[in-house]
């Protein structure tokens, strides 16, 4: 009974609260916020609520490389984002490395933003979240599956087609 409740213990996720404060994104602008993964690989989990001005924005999560390109109007590759919102939460598993959170102003420029913002990391042992196939993966995956049901439909239509002759 003691052997079950320490491995029921030790299997619960551990969650490290990063920040948990409102900040200010300025007019027609971005906030970044530095979230290092160190060690183990974690959950990224962020959510969000525009507490005052603005009519919403979005939340990105960028590696490091990403948001040196970005911050010199490069292109750069989001790793998860949320839409110009109200409010809003993301996730994403990540490995070791250096990322960061944007909160972005600039959808119309009207005024600051005031956003209650919370981070954390949380480290569970699991696996990646649920992803979708690449288009490639994906097209590969239809075509095979036409192929085998096609096949399938054609040794059995041929066995009825004898049966019936």
Do not use: K
Request: charged letters at 20%.
């Amino acid at each position: 009974m003691m052997l079950a409740l320490v491995l029921a213990l030790v299997a619960l996720p551990r969650v490290v609260p990063l920040l948990d404060e409102t900040v200010t994104v300025p007019t027609a602008d971005w906030r970044d916020f530095g979230v290092p993964v160190r060690q183990l690989p974690a959950r990224i989990e962020c959510g969000f609520t525009v507490e005052n001005g603005g009519s919403g924005v979005r939340l990105l999560l960028i590696d490091r490389a990403g948001f040196e390109r970005m911050s010199a109007g490069q292109g750069y590759h989001v790793l998860a984002a949320t839409a110009y919102q109200r409010s809003g939460a993301l996730a994403y598993y990540a490995p070791p490395g250096d990322y960061v959170i944007v909160a972005d102003n600039r959808m119309e420029g009207r005024g600051p933003a005031e956003v209650r913002l919370q981070v954390a990391l949380v480290f569970d042992g699991g696996g990646e979240l649920p992803r979708t196939l690449s288009p490639e993966r994906r097209a590969v995956v239809v075509g095979l599956s036409i192929l085998f049901f096609g096949a399938v439909a054609l040794v059995a239509g041929g066995r009825l087609w004898r049966a019936f002759r």
